[in-house]
C-alpha cells in the first residue's frame, strides 16, 4: 500500500509537471463520508484492443486525457481520466490492473487531490481511444485501438447506405443464391458471437404467462452455436451459455477482444400494446427513428428512458460508416431468413424490417454486429411461439442462414486481413 502510493506520487508528479498543474496536495486520509467512490475497475484486453470499465457508485462527472511519452523520466503513453467529487474504494487502491501486452501495461488508481480521484491508463504506445460513460449503474468506458479504426474497404457503390436513421437499406440477394457461389477460402474459421440477451438477475422481457426473454434468447443461442458449427466454417462462441447476468459492456468487450468478426444479439420484443408483433433486427444508430424503438432501446440499455438522450455524440463518434455498411447487409439478411425459416413452420408471421437505435450493446463493437428482436414475448399469440422447439429452430436456422451467406460475402473485420 505504502509502496504503491509512494509510487504513484513520482507518477503524479511526472503528470503534473508535464501539464503544468500546481503540485498537488496530499491525498485525503479518507474520502468525505457521502462521496461517490470507484468500485471496480474492469479490463478487457489484447495486443491491439483493450476496453477498460471504471466503476462509480453514483453518477460523477468526470475529464479525459492524454500525456505522451516522456522518455526521460521513464514514462510510457498515458490516458488519464480525472473524477471529481469522488473516493476509492481501499481495495481498488491495492490493485492496479497489470497487463503488459503491448498494448496496455497497466491501470492505476489514485487521489489526484482533494476531491479528484486519477484514473491513469499506461499504454505500451501511442494508440486512439475513446471515452464515453453509460448510466444505469453508471461507469466510465475507455476504448483503446492499437491499430486505430480497423481498415474495410469502401463498399461497392449499389451497397452503398446513407447513415441516416431511417437509411433505406441496400439490396441484398437472397442467401438461397449462396450455396451456387464458391466458398470464399479463408486461412482460418470465421469467428462468430452470438450474445443472448440478459441473464441472471435480469430476466428481461418477460411475457403475459410468465416466459422470459433471457431463457427463450440463450436457448436459441445454443442452437444456433450446435448448427453453426457443424461445418466446421465457423468458430462460434457465446458471451453466455447459462444463466449468468453480464454487463453490456462486457458483451461488446468479449467479441472484440476474441477478435469476432461478426456479433448477434439476440433478444425478444416486448410492447405495452399487446397486440405488437413481428421480427426485426437492428443496427446501432446514434438515434431512434420513432418512439417505440427508442423505447425498446432504453429497455434493452437498462436505462429509464429520460436518462437516455444525452448519448447520441457518443454513438456518432464510435461508429463510422463503412462497419455500418456491412452490420445493415447482415442484419437486412438476418431478418429475410427467420422470418422465412418461421414463416415455414407457421402462418402469417410478420415483419417489421431492418430498423437502427442506440443499443449499448452495439457500441464500440469492431465487427460487423446485429441485433435480433425475434417477435414479442408480450404478444400472447406470440409468446406461445417461442415456447415451441420448432420456432426456435426456425429462428436459429434463419440466423444461421444468414451467417453462412455472408461469412461467404461479406467483409469480414479480422479474418480478411
Ligand atoms: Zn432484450
Do not use: Q
Given at each position: 500500500m505504502t509502496l504503491l502510493r509512494r509510487h504513484l506520487g513520482v507518477f503524479l508528479a511526472g503528470i503534473l509537471c508535464a501539464t503544468g498543474l500546481p503540485f498537488a496536495a496530499p491525498p485525503p486520509a479518507d474520502a468525505a463520508p457521502g462521496v461517490s467512490r470507484v468500485s471496480d475497475i474492469r479490463a478487457w484486453t489484447n495486443e491491439i484492443y483493450t476496453r477498460v470499465a471504471i466503476d462509480t457508485e453514483e453518477e460523477v462527472s468526470w475529464q479525459a486525457n492524454t500525456l505522451r511519452a516522456d522518455p526521460a523520466r521513464g514514462l510510457p503513453p498515458r490516458i488519464f481520466i480525472d473524477i471529481r467529487g469522488a473516493g476509492i474504494q481501499d481495495e481498488i487502491l491495492r490493485k492496479p490492473v497489470e497487463v503488459r501486452n503491448g498494448l496496455l501495461r497497466q491501470v492505476r488508481v489514485g487521489r489526484f487531490d482533494r476531491g479528484t480521484v486519477r484514473v491513469v491508463i499506461d499504454l505500451e504506445r501511442e494508440s486512439t481511444y475513446r471515452v464515453f460513460a453509460l448510466p444505469g449503474p453508471f461507469r466510465i468506458i475507455v476504448d483503446i485501438d492499437g491499430e486505430g479504426e480497423i481498415p474495410v474497404p469502401p463498399p461497392p457503390a449499389d451497397s452503398a447506405v446513407s447513415a441516416a436513421p431511417a437509411a433505406i437499406p441496400p439490396p441484398v440477394e437472397s442467401p438461397r443464391v449462396a450455396a451456387l457461389q464458391p466458398a470464399t477460402i479463408r486461412k482460418h474459421p470465421v469467428r462468430v458471437m452470438i450474445d443472448p440477451g440478459h441473464g441472471g438477475k435480469d430476466p428481461g422481457a418477460i411475457g403475459p404467462?410468465?416466459?422470459?426473454e433471457k431463457d427463450v434468447v440463450l436457448e436459441i443461442g445454443r442452437k444456433i452455436r450446435e448448427k453453426l458449427s457443424r461445418s466446421g466454417e465457423f468458430d462460434v462462441r457465446m458471451t453466455r451459455d447459462e444463466d449468468v447476468f453480464i454487463p453490456l459492456e462486457e458483451r461488446t468487450a468479449m467479441a472484440n477482444k476474441g477478435r469476432a468478426d461478426i456479433f448477434v444479439s439476440l433478444h425478444i420484443n416486448a410492447s405495452r400494446n399487446q397486440r405488437a408483433e413481428g421480427f426485426s433486427t437492428y443496427v446501432l444508430s446514434r438515434g431512434a427513428s420513432n418512439r417505440e424503438d427508442l423505447e425498446l432501446a432504453a429497455r434493452e440499455n437498462g436505462v429509464p428512458i429520460r436518462k437516455f438522450q444525452g448519448v447520441k455524440f457518443i454513438i456518432d463518434d464510435m461508429f463510422t460508416g463503412a462497419r455500418k455498411n456491412e452490420s445493415l447487409r447482415l442484419a437486412k439478411t438476418v431478418n429475410d431468413a427467420v422470418v422465412r425459416h418461421v414463416s415455414t413452420r407457421y402462418p402469417g408471421v410478420h415483419t417489421l424490417g431492418l430498423k437502427q437505435a442506440p443499443f449499448y450493446v452495439l457500441v464500440g463493437a469492431r465487427m460487423t454486429a446485429v441485433l435480433v428482436e425475434?417477435?414479442?414475448?408480450?404478444n400472447a399469440r406470440e409468446e406461445s411461439r417461442l415456447r415451441d422447439p420448432s420456432c426456435l429452430d426456425g429462428i436459429a436456422d434463419g440466423v444461421v442462414e444468414a451467417i453462412r451467406y455472408y461469412g461467404q460475402n461479406g467483409i469480414l473485420a479480422y479474418s480478411d486481413y
Open positions: 404467462t410468465g416466459l422470459k425475434a417477435s414479442f414475448i408480450s
